[in-house]
């Protein structure tokens, strides 16, 4: 596999370079963050070590949260999902890890810090759009392949047949 910037975007929604909202709220985030760290001399970790911390309620931080909300709705009303109102709080994260002193391995769960997040609900229901558009960007993808296949166009992948003799797509230039 490799890093192609140019196809990277693809999965954005589909206005999102001339899409004025996305630039305007990037840039004032960008922007406000910014002045804010260097008028703290805080890096990006301490700035939201401060910014997920339910305690932390400093003008500036809560500024960054309110504009981190506004481009959460942005991008969201980019992709066309107006109906969702994403709601961030204050939600622990657990990790399940292997408690190494019990005999039978028993999973315990491990407090980690609060993070400012979407609840699950918003999160699952953004999840599942998201899956369903990229279902749906690869389908058109296969009908563009073998429509342009028909024109004697080359397609972008090309198959190897696999030892199973199942046709497997390679990338060119990475094949084993």
Known sequence: MQYTPSECFETFPANWETHSTLEAIGKRYYEFRAKLMVRNNEGL?????RFHDPNEFHPDILKLRQLHD????????AYGWNDIQPQCEFLLDYEDEDDDDDETSAKRQRK????????????????ARLLDLNQKRYEEELLGGKLAGKKGKGQKFKGKTTKGGTEAPTIPGLEA
């Open 45 to 49: 970790t301490q700035t939201y070590n």
């Open 70 to 77: 506004e481009m959460d709705r942005a991008v969201l009303a």
């Open 112 to 127: 980690k810090p609060y993070r400012y997040r979407w609840n699950e609900a918003t999160h699952d229901e953004v999840l």
